[in-house]
């Protein structure tokens, strides 16, 4: 929760809510990594692609500043954590 709150407060909210969106392409690889399922090349691609979508959705000015990349690492981090649960 705390690394959510810190996103809000380095991104905009649009932006935070678009990283949000990654949260579901977490359980991909923690499925494959923790619990050692098959996760086939079809699905990994879909993660892959689920993460340009949102890159391009989070940042389409190219360059970031650094409180910027601050609010992106919080908000991937509380994605990642949220799903650890």
């Known amino acids: ?6 996103a809000y407060i380095f991104l905009p909210l649009a932006d935070a809510t ?4 990654a949260a579901p392409l977490f359980v991909v690889i923690l499925a494959a990594l923790v619990l ?3 996760v086939h090349v079809y699905r990994w ?6 993460f340009i979508g949102v890159l391009i959705i989070a940042g389409p000015e190219g360059g970031m500043s650094r409180s910027a990349l601050y609010g ?6 509380g994605q990642a954590l949220r ?3």
């Open 1 to 6: 929760m705390f690394c959510n709150f810190a």
């Open 18 to 21: 678009a990283i949000g969106f």
């Open 36 to 38: 050692a399922e098959r």
């Open 45 to 50: 691609s879909a993660v892959v692609l689920g």
């Open 72 to 77: 992106a690492f919080f908000a991937l981090t």
């Open 83 to 85: 799903r650890w649960q």
